[in-house]
Every structure is written in structure tokens, then in C-alpha cells.
């Protein structure tokens, strides 16, 4: 009895281990209405930097990683201008610097001139390609940030019109 038992109950594990083995069909993400209170960015988003951040920094020092030989560099690139790292094909374009950073709905600023939250906007290209466009945060780094099988990215700090 006890044999026959184990047979049936092998032989329905069987078939529920190769039912469960089947690609199954993908279930859609239901899209779900925001709560009051919850503000969702619509449009494109608005980049504003105070005054106050234009008349204060000028540049930002950013550190290179060169992951094969695991060695670094520090190397000051004014806003708005670009970096060929030497010895590659990788060119950074340096945007805006926002000491403060702060995101609200589409809206990303600064809340101060002080260095509280730095982020720098950068935009990384490979062989004349865009294959990066994003924020390097000093204090996160590891939010959103740069991925290259080479080079790494790291926003040191911001550098004070002097």
C-alpha cells in the first residue's frame, strides 16, 4: 500500500515540477493612479539652477577610475565644458552643478548655494556615442551611477569661483 502510495504521490510531483517549467505568460503591470498628495512629473523635466549656484561654483573636480589597473585620478573640469580621458575614446561633457540637489515632481534644483547634496549633470561619450546621460551624486554615488566595463565615474566634490 505504502509503495503505491509514494509511486502516485512521485508521479503528481513530476507533473507538477514539469507544469511549473513552462514559460507562463506575462502579467501587465496594472498602471495605478497616484494618491493625494503624491506628485508624478508630467512633461519634461525643468533643470534650474539658482543664481546664487551660477555666481558660487565654477567647476567640478571629478574622479576617474581605471578599473583594469585600479587606479585613480582627480581631474577639474569646468561646467559646461568636456574631458577626453587620456589614453581612450571616453569623452565626459560637464553640465550643470547643483550643490543642493533636490528633486520635486519635474522640477530639479538646488535648495541652497551650500554643499549639502552635490550632484553634477554629466553626459559620457564613447567613440563620438552617447552611452550616458545622468547625475553623479559626492555623497550617493552609488545612485544611478555611471557603469562602464573600463572607467568608473565618481563626482569628488564642486570647486568655488575663486
Known amino acids: 500500500m505504502w ?26 503591470i496594472p498602471q ?11 512633461g519634461e523635466t525643468q533643470i534650474i539652477v539658482p543664481e546664487s549656484v551660477k555666481e558660487k561654483w565654477s567647476a567640478v573636480t571629478i574622479t576617474i577610475e581605471d578599473k583594469m589597473t585600479r587606479k585613480t585620478s582627480d581631474v577639474t573640469i569646468n561646467l559646461g565644458d568636456e574631458y577626453t580621458v587620456p589614453g581612450s575614446n571616453l569623452k565626459i561633457k560637464v553640465g550643470e552643478f547643483l550643490p543642493d540637489f533636490k528633486m520635486r515632481g519635474n522640477i530639479i534644483t538646488s535648495s541652497s548655494d551650500e554643499p549639502n547634496n552635490p550632484a553634477v549633470r554629466v553626459t559620457v561619450f564613447e567613440d563620438e556615442k552617447e552611452i550616458f ?6 555623497k550617493f554615488p552609488a545612485i544611478h551611477p555611471f557603469q562602464h566595463e ?9 570647486i568655488k569661483k575663486g
Do not use: D, H, N
Open 3 to 28: 509503495k503505491r502510495f509514494l509511486v502516485v504521490l512521485a508521479a503528481a510531483m513530476l507533473v507538477l515540477t514539469v507544469g511549473a517549467c513552462k514559460k507562463k505568460e506575462e502579467t501587465p
Open 32 to 42: 495605478t493612479v497616484p494618491g493625494p498628495g503624491i506628485v508624478m512629473p508630467v
Open 133 to 138: 546621460r545622468g547625475w553623479l551624486y559626492s
Open 150 to 158: 573600463k572607467y568608473g565615474l565618481l563626482l569628488k566634490e564642486g
